[in-house]
């Protein structure tokens, strides 16, 4: 039971630290990336069939095969193919909702903001007299909030897209349906699910509390978990293929079956990595402490204390990221190798573009990803303040220590983008040759050497962003590096 | 003065001549003035005369014979009820109660119970610090604007305080210590005999 | 008990009832042995004095007695009530309108301002956020801190820090107040201020149990009980 009042409730919620603020702002963030992808992704499945909303034809043969479309550039319409014929949609909607994905690793990185110092509040308010009760609905409340002013945030948002996207771009180039009015009560409801979710998930997460306490491994846990989704996705796969499905369901299936498998195998992997990247890093720095390298590994030990699912939520985004990168590589390599194959021109301005729009998509992804890793940064900094004090007491400057967040930053976010980049890519390259056996030969290793070219510079890329965010971070390392924050409390 | 009971307890772990139980009372007491021979004899004499002590023979090992003492069973008793009363909290005055507690330390093995002492020592001063405080903070006003009571008041009370605070140490300090074993009387040397 | 019962007021009536039972209480942290079989009673009306070198137990027996810390062995019966037999949501309510609490350390939420800082005994307890800020004004004049109502613990002095904790231990007007040292870091005028509430509660038929180093502090009190090693050395009455 929980006495306190609705007042009691909004006054112990409402963020005060600058912490806590943060973790406002990024969870109403997460909140609207999210709200948007799904309202995007609702308001492209809402689009229907109707020639005369998408500007295309279904033209179909007496016994029900598809024989061919007519695209009339209708005004109501000028959607690009991908959006406008039905029979591609369900790629684009996939790669709508997937956008989801980033929105949800920020959120549960955000939800870890200044995790220790609420644990720390809680326990004073316990020694008051709080029922567990009673910190449950704070927690709640204070989630609940964020992500409700960001879920109605996500309608503006939306508006925005559309414009950006929808109306700005020439005929037959938009992205964005122009949204429909039964599109504001999708939104209505989505406010309600969002703010539901964000309860659910302050109610539910804070309860375990302590983002400090190095997690117990798991290694094996998370292997054997991908192992399974992986045989899991086979099973359903071939179990589709050789089943009597009508083919325009298998068609769907199979590329969600493929990369929902992926997915998986991509989540375990990275949170493997992510540990595997933490423990490792610590057993060099220890070793380097023993031969007198003092300060970083100061500040090194400190950083032990990374929390690694929320980062690997991130990394995992990443590698996902990643894959859609290898297949689009080896996809247009395979392209260009082979134009004698597909031939015309418009063919290959249709592809182009839809790798292109992926490749986007994938950048979006990829940025919110970092972004999500920087939060994980600036909170570490906030969190470890005596710690990286200590150090620069100790005569480590803050150029080395912003040298040292980037390094960190770096460790996920590279292997997780090279790694998912390779898989993707190799994979795609693999099935690719799979298909024609009889063309196996230099053309075929044009994809390959086209995906590990990708992988470098992605790689590169990422690490040169990472070093750009720790750079931009330099204001926090300073705050964090300053002596004020030995002083005890 | 409590010379006597000190005596008693320098006999406490076995019979002793004068010069040893001078050298043992110096060694005890390092802060207070060096015990003079003339005192020690008188101190003894009455102490025989009384019954707590008695002269058990003679010590003449390398050189002129010397008397030796040793407690009596009326002697441990008159001793170990010193011992339970506790020095008066009179705060300036410490001198008894180093000399108590002192004892109390050195006399572990031989029925006195230092805990206790130190235990009892403290409940009398935290009484009388106590009835010093509720008399300062006394609702009557004559009382309370008495400012020279007040004063002398406190001073009394921090004093106490250093008393207590030193008692603590002693204690730690029995509390660390390896348990006293008893030392027989040692031989003195020829050129170091006073002059009796 | 009902969690949206008043407390049982004839605890009070019956001056022979303990206020605070301690049996056989014996907690180990970890490995380290912090407490051996520890009894206490504390009837109404008494302050007592809890007293040791550090390491004796002394804070951990206080963390038992408020029920913040379940013992290994023992029961702790705080007003009658066996802390056991309650749920977290009983205990906590115990807690805020029964027992005040006044800890060494970092007791107060850091991001409230002093005047809702101080009523959070109230407003966990159900009570409008007006009336409870009334209350908590009153408290902080009592211990002269009115002109840092808005200042956050931050802003505020080891000393201003602990007084406020101490007005927050006071707001719903316990029964029992059990304090740790909560005069060491105060000037003697502020010191002063403080016991004078604190004895304040025994005044009124409470009790008051006190951890301290301080000796002048323990011979105020009717009783001093003395741990060492994690056990009771002696339990003396002063009176």
Redesign the interface.
Known sequence: ?????R??VR??ASP??AA?RLRSRATAAASAGTGVALLLSAAIAGLGDDPATTGVEVLTGADGVVVGTSTSLSPASGLVAFVAQPGLRPGVQLAALLLVLPFVALAVQALRVGAV?RQ??EA???????????LRRVRAASTAAAAARGALWAAPAHLALWLLLGVVPPLGARLVPAPEPWLALVWLLLVILLTGAGAAAGALLGRRGSASRPVPSSRWAWAGAAGAAVCAGGVLMTSVTTLDVPRPVQAALTPVLLLVALLCLAACAVVVLARAAVRCSTRRVERAARSGAGAEAVLAVAQRRANPVAVGASGAVLVLVGVCLGVCTAFGAAMVVSRDVYGSSSEVVFYGSGVVLACAVAAVAAAVALVSLALALTDHLAQARRAVAATAALGCDVPRLVEVQARALAATAVPSAVAGTLVGGLCYAGLLTAVDWTSVGPRTLVPVGAVLVAAVVAGAAVRLVSCAVAELLTGRVRRAAALENLRT? | MAIGEVHLALLLSGPRHGYDIKRAHDAWFPAERPLAFGQVYATLGRLVRDGHAEVVGTHSEGGPERTVYAITGSGRERLLAWLDDPAPPAGTAGEEIIRKTVVALHATTSGADA?RVL?AQ??A???R??QL?RRSTSADPERSTDLAVRLADRHA??H??AD??WL?EAA?ALRAQPPATPTPPSPTPDDQEPQP | MS??QPSPPDVLAEPTHPLLRLAGISHAHGRTPALHDVDLEVGAGTAVAVTG?SGSGKSTLLHVA?G?LAPDAGTVELLGHDLAALD??ER??????DVG?V?QY???????PLL?GVA??L???????GPAREASRAALAGVGLSAAEDAVP?ELSGGQAQLAAVA?ALVAQPHLVLADEPVASLDPAGAALALDLLWGVVARGGALVLVTHD??L???CDR?V?LAHGGV??D?D??
Not at chain 3, 92 to 97: S, V
């Open positions: 039971m929980s006495a306190l009042a007042d009691g006054l112990l005060r630290s806590d110092a720390q509040r004073t308010l316990v020694v008051v007299g709080a029922s567990p009760r009673d409390p | 805990e235990s403290r409940a001063h935290l009484r610090m106590r405080q009370l921090l106490l305080d207590l605070r603590e730690e | 969690p949206d070198a408020a913040l977290d949501a906590a309510q115990l807690r805020r309108r609490i800890l970092g007791q107060l939420v850091p991001d409230l809702d959070l005994p407003l966990l307890d159900g009570a409008a956020l931050a927050r000796n002048v323990a011979a105020r001093e003395r050395q002696h003396l002063l009176r």
